[in-house]
């Protein structure tokens, strides 16, 4: 067992380590959690594959204290947020934020916003408490 963050590359040095490096810091900037760090690790799952691998110890279910933060939605979210960080980060690509929610208004001047469906009936009660009418359709 243990608490915190790890992240595992099959070597020290290549584009695995890059990636692994990236992800690392990136994750552990994303959530307060104590950084283990990158370490090297002979596992399958790193050595017998023809592209750059890692493995993300995101937490550990046997220690309370990662237990009770790794099944909160915030957790999950933040831990998302800083894998695609790290991974754009060593690919040098434009990271961008998969939660951000982008409002599209239509030709007839309806603003339409696509949230997550736990989260419509909270925005449609913020929207109507800012004084606008709103309501909550679900699309197939």
Do not use: H
Not at 86 to 115: F, H, I, N, Q
């Amino acid at each position: 067992g243990g608490v915190g963050i790890e992240t595992f590359s099959l070597g020290i040095t290549g584009q695995g380590r890059k990636l692994a490096n990236a992800v690392q810091a990136a994750v552990v900037n994303s959530i307060p959690a104590i950084d283990r760090g990158v370490k090297v690790a002979n596992f399958t799952v790193l050595a017998y594959t023809d592209m750059p691998a890692i493995l993300i110890e995101g937490g550990f279910v046997d220690n309370a204290v990662d237990a009770a933060k790794i099944v909160t939605e915030d957790y999950k979210r933040k831990f998302v947020q800083g894998v695609t960080k790290g991974v754009c980060t060593a690919t040098e690509t434009a990271w961008k934020d998969v939660y951000a929610v982008e409002p599209v208004v239509d030709k007839d001047g309806y603003l339409m916003v696509r949230v997550l469906d736990s989260k419509a009936d909270e925005v449609v009660k913020q929207i109507i408490a800012m004084g606008y009418a709103c309501k909550r359709i679900t699309l197939p």
